[in-house]
């Protein structure tokens, strides 16, 4: 089984704050790091998925980063907003293919107060 | 584009039913679905792989005898829980890949909340 850590669990920022959360992950047989968002009463949406050492992806306020030789990726919220609210969750595919299966890690809920 | 419906959203019934969960693809073909378990405040956990026209493929530990699965068709994946009992009380999540594409996103349901009493 593949051991996925996000930090931190959980985070309260107030709303217009900048906020940064980290997914670590076995470096071994990367494929490629997904990231979603989850509101509650919602399904799971797709915020990235990413490849590449160095890669960097950015979806409006939000952006993330990709370290495959450590093994680890930051995901980046600028000027939180309430609707930003959710649970982010990061899952890499180590399966060393484009259809590898995905492990999820626990998540890091974001609540942001106005 | 790309939604995944799952039906039913609740289910709540007594220990020793049967139960069912359908996951669908409206607006792509799904070659490959997935279908996922979460236990209070844990991660998503893969349960088993649904491949259209084949049989599943399942995570160690899953059973593969309770938790049936069949992906008879491009958009359509379903779970039946068999002979449930509380301890299969969760949450169940399905997710769909687009077929023939690469390194896309999962597209996920709004997933099942399986109460057995």
Known sequence: ILNVEQSPQSLHVQEGDSTNFTCSFPSSNFYALHWYRWETAKSPEALFVMTLNGDEKKKGRISATLNTKEGYSYLYIKGSQPEDSATYLCAPNAGGTSYGKLTFGQGTILTVHP | ?117
């Open chain 2, 1 to 117: 584009g790309a939604v995944v419906s799952q039906h039913p959203s609740r289910v709540i019934c007594k220990s020793g039913t049967s139960v069912k969960i359908e996951c669908r693809s409206l607006d792509f073909q799904a070659t490959t679905m997935f279908w996922y378990r979460q236990f209070p405040k844990q991660s998503l956990m893969l349960m088993a792989t649904s491949n259209e026209g084949s049989k599943a493929t399942y995570e160690q530990g899953v059973e593969k005898d309770k938790f049936l699965i069949n992906h008879a068709s491009l958009t359509l994946s379903t779970l039946t829980v068999t002979s449930a009992h509380p301890e299969d009380s969760s949450f169940y999540i399905c997710s769909a890949r687009v077929a023939g594409v690469y390194n896309q996103p999962q597209h996920f349901g709004d997933g099942t909340r399986l109460s057995i009493l």
